[in-house]
C-alpha cells in the first residue's frame, strides 16, 4: 500500500502463514449420527466441509481444530474421526472441547501411547507462537482451565519477545451481552484468562474458539476473540436468551486465517450440502 501524501512506499504485512480454523465435527462411529432437530448430520456435514476446503487455492499451512472433535468420547467415534482427518493433505491440531476425552483423543488421534493431561501445549510456525489450551471438563458445557494451565499462560504471555502469538481454546472465553443460555456456556475462569492475555496484547493476533455453533466475533480491551460456526447444525445467539435456538438459515463454514507481523485476516467461508442422502463413500469415506 501506498502512504497517502508522504511519497514513500509502506511494506505490505503479508502473511507469515495461513490456517484453516474448524471446530465443532461431532462425528461419530455411526455414520447415520443424528439429532431430530438437526437437518443434517455430522457425517455430511464433515464430508462438505473436506470438499470445501480441497477448494481452497492457496497454500495452507495447518488445519486449527478447536474441539468437539466427536460427539460421544469413544474409542470407534475417535477411530472414525483418524481416518477421516487422514485424507487432509496439512497438519491437523486439535483442542479438547467438552464433547471430548483428552484422552482418547491423544491416543487415536495423535497415537500418543502416554497423554498429555492437560490436553495444552506449544507449536511454532513461522515465527507465530500458537499456544493451544484445554478448557474441556466432564459432564458440563462449561469449561475451566484451572490454576494450572493459566499459570502456564500466564510465563508464556508475561515472557518477553516480539513474535505475533496465536491463542486456541475451546470454549467460548467471556461473557457476552447477557444471555443465561451463553453465560452457562462460557469459560468459568474467562476473566483471569483474559486478564493474562492483555500482558501479551500487543502481540496477539487473535484468540480463536468454537463451542456456540456460530461465526461470532467479539473484542474488549484491544484483544479479539474469533468463534466459527463449524460443520454441523448452527445456533443463534441474541443477548437475554434463556436457551439455545436452531439457526436455519445459516450455512456452515470455516474461517481462512492469515497471521501478518502486525495483523489477522480472516475470509469467512461457508458452504452448501448435497440433498440428504445416502453417503456414497460408507462408513470410511
Avoid at 448430520?41 to 481452497?56: D, H, M, N, S, V
Avoid at 483418524?82 to 483428552?102: E, K, V
Avoid at 502486525?262 to 463413500?281: C, G, K, S, V, Y
Wanted: a negative charge; charged letters at 20%.
Amino acid at each position: 500500500m501506498t502512504e497517502s501524501g508522504s511519497g514513500s512506499t509502506q511494506a505490505v504485512d503479508e502473511p507469515l502463514l495461513s490456517f484453516i480454523h474448524i471446530s465443532d465435527t461431532h462425528l461419530s462411529e455411526d455414520p447415520h449420527f443424528n439429532l431430530p432437530e438437526f437437518q443434517h448430520t455430522p457425517r455430511q456435514g464433515a464430508l462438505a466441509l473436506r470438499e470445501a476446503i480441497g477448494e481452497i487455492p492457496i497454500a495452507i499451512d495447518f488445519i486449527l481444530h478447536t474441539g468437539d472433535v466427536v460427539h460421544e468420547p469413544n474409542a470407534a467415534a475417535y477411530q472414525e474421526a483418524r481416518r477421516f482427518f487422514d485424507d487432509f493433505p496439512f497438519p491437523i491440531y486439535f483442542t479438547a472441547g467438552n464433547h471430548d476425552d483428552p484422552t482418547l483423543l491423544q491416543q487415536h488421534l495423535l497415537e500418543r501411547e502416554e497423554s498429555q493431561l492437560p490436553f495444552a501445549y506449544e507449536i511454532e510456525k513461522a515465527g507465530v507462537q500458537i499456544l493451544v489450551l484445554d478448557s474441556s471438563q466432564t459432564h458440563t458445557h462449561q469449561g475451566k482451565l484451572g490454576t494450572e494451565q493459566l499459570a502456564w499462560l500466564r510465563s508464556h504471555c508475561e515472557a518477553e519477545g516480539e513474535r505475533p502469538l496465536v491463542v486456541a481454546l475451546h470454549h467460548n472465553p467471556l461473557q457476552a451481552p447477557p444471555s443465561p443460555w451463553w453465560d452457562q456456556m462460557a469459560l468459568h475462569d474467562g476473566e483471569t484468562f483474559h486478564q493474562i492475555l492483555r500482558s501479551a496484547r500487543d502481540r496477539l493476533r487473535g484468540v480463536f474458539f468454537g463451542h456456540i455453533h456460530q461465526p461470532l466475533d467479539y473484542h474488549r480491551d484491544g484483544i479479539s476473540y474469533f468463534g466459527v460456526g463449524g460443520s454441523w447444525e448452527l445456533l443463534h445467539y441474541y443477548p437475554f436468551m434463556a436457551e439455545d435456538l436452531l439457526d436455519r438459515d445459516s450455512l456452515p463454514g470455516f474461517n481462512l486465517v492469515h497471521i501478518g507481523p502486525r495483523t489477522t485476516t480472516i475470509r469467512r467461508h461457508n458452504f452448501r450440502l448435497p440433498l440428504m442422502q445416502d453417503d456414497p463413500d460408507g462408513p470410511d469415506g
